[in-house]
């Protein structure tokens, strides 16, 4: 009898230590994951073209405010997690927020693709290379006329927008997938869902090597981030591909593999380019952590080597034609950003090709006085380079970036899962949430009373003020309130 009452008492004290807030935080998440499984099932959905959340809710209002209140409470529940989780006081904390990040990615799969037609793009440009055997940076899908994918790929028209590492992966899932249309975006799904596992297992590796890294919180942040899930998860997008090839780059450089994280921040950048705006922070970190010159000079260009073979070894076989990059169409593509309002400002006065000359140029200078100021203050730490690397994806995107799309702020989330400043993690979480009102506004938004007159470009300018201006309003009090403590100190 007294043994029974024994193991009755070890029970309960033993679900007393679980993680009940995390628990209930998952659960609640997870139901309204399956909410949006039960709505818009992959395989129900996945035929029909180029559609997208508003015209699968027929763009009605109602549908619009019950997805901002699911997305809002799902970034409650997030935030909740997060500081729970800051804790520390219970038992099987870390397997309770795996666990809960494989059943909302695996939840997620099989959701139609509802925030972007990039799934189908990715499986034209696999197939372009995989099955035609043609260049996808100089042939287009459209150039196949009798490509029966070409209904449903809405840059049919284009040469592919990303990096040739990019270009081999959509090959290889083109060949693993063959000549069916739900195979080959489940098949680029199930790669996402891959990237997001090896980014959470980096996110926990660096954690491990900085100094004081709480490994469960940084964890949490990102697997359980609502953007990084729907996007990566339910959109397919490959920015977790970029994410984790950065994240390998600065573990690499923790464990002092100098010419390896070079060689991994060249293929992030080879996925998408922006990756690329890290690689002078990268310089100038190494030659901080060496004390002679010597040492500093082979560190720097042993990395400088590496960067330039990775780049050229997966670009050559594809350098074809005048603009194998389509730097030329991408000049010319504005949305949701400062530079569209900078534009929009400046169209009347001097013309609408001479505006986005203008704005292109103050966003490339912004981004180049910014990125200045980061390198002068950089240290040789893994810490100040993990800092710098964020705070310039940061400006990029609240700043500088022409064509801007919520699924870019998966870049943030991952550098800001590794950076544990609360500022930053702040900023994330808050640019996470707005990025997401991105479809209310062109999905459910436009089409009401009022709006309906309103040019494209004019209602991106305003999406961008939504979007952007609350991000920054906060950096703006941040930055106050650090120097108001600077000034009391």
């Not at 977790?240 to 390998?248: G, H, K, Q, R, S």
């Not at 400006?395 to 590794?418: D, I, K, R």
């Not at 991106?460 to 120097?483: D, E, F, K, S, Y």
Request: charged share 15%; aromatic share 16%; hydrophobic share 55%.
């Amino acid at each position: 009898m007294f043994g029974r009452l024994q193991r009755h008492a070890k029970e309960w004290l033993r679900c007393r230590q679980l993680p009940w807030p995390l628990i209930a935080s998952g659960v609640l998440s997870e139901l309204i994951y399956l909410l949006s499984l039960y709505r818009f099932p992959l395989w129900r959905y996945f035929y029909y073209p180029l559609v997208d959340l508003g015209k699968l809710t027929l763009h009605d209002v109602g549908a619009g405010n019950i997805f901002l209140l699911l997305v809002t409470a799902l970034f409650l529940l997030y935030a909740w997690a997060l500081r729970q989780a800051g804790r520390e006081r219970w038992a099987y904390t870390r397997e309770v927020v795996l666990l809960f990040a494989f059943v909302f990615s695996v939840t997620l799969l099989l959701v139609y693709p509802w925030g972007a037609a990039d799934l189908y793009d990715y499986a034209l440009t696999g197939k372009l290379l995989a099955h035609y055997r043609v260049n996808p940076f100089v042939v287009p899908p459209a150039s196949f006329a009798e490509e029966p994918w070409l209904a449903y790929a809405p840059w049919a028209h284009a040469t592919v927008a990303y990096g040739p590492v990019w270009v081999i992966l959509a090959a290889v899932a083109g060949r693993v997938a063959g000549d069916d249309l739900l195979a080959s975006v489940l098949t680029f799904k199930l790669m996402a869902w891959l990237f997001y596992w090896l980014a959470i297992l980096l996110v926990i590796l660096i954690s491990r090597h900085r100094a004081g890294g709480n490994t469960l919180a940084d964890m949490l942040f990102f697997a359980w981030n609502p953007l990084v899930l729907l996007e990566t998860m339910t959109n397919g997008h490959n920015d977790v591909i970029m994410v984790a090839f950065v994240l390998l780059a600065l573990l690499l450089v923790a464990r002092r593999r100098t010419a390896w994280a070079f060689a991994s921040l060249a293929a992030s950048a080879l996925v998408k380019f922006m990756s690329a705006a890290i690689s002078p922070l990268l310089v100038i970190n190494q030659w901080q952590r060496h004390n002679t010159r010597a040492a500093r000079v082979r560190a720097v260009a042993v990395g400088l080597l590496s960067f330039g073979l990775t780049i050229a070894v997966f670009s050559l076989p594809f350098w074809e034609g005048e603009d194998p990059l389509a730097l030329d169409r991408r000049s010319k593509m504005f949305t949701t950003s400062i530079p569209t309002l900078i534009m929009l400002a400046l169209q009347g006065r001097i013309g609408t090709a001479k505006a986005m000359e203008v704005a292109q140029v103050a966003a490339i200078l912004a981004l180049g006085a910014f990125g200045l100021y980061l390198a002068l203050r950089i240290g040789r730490s893994l810490s100040s380079l993990i800092r710098a690397s964020f705070e310039i994806n940061w400006f990029y995107l609240a700043f500088s970036c022409l064509w801007f799309q919520p699924w870019y702020l998966v870049w943030l989330v991952g550098q800001g899962a590794v950076d544990p400043g609360a500022a930053q993690r702040e900023r994330a979480w808050l640019f996470s949430l707005t990025a997401l009102w991105n479809y209310y506004i062109f999905g459910f938004l436009w089409f009401q009373r009022g709006f309906r007159q309103l040019s494209l470009f004019q209602m991106r300018a305003l999406a961008g003020l939504l979007i952007v201006l609350p991000p920054l309003l906060l950096w703006l009090g941040q930055l106050l309130r650090h120097r108001w403590k600077l000034q009391t100190a």
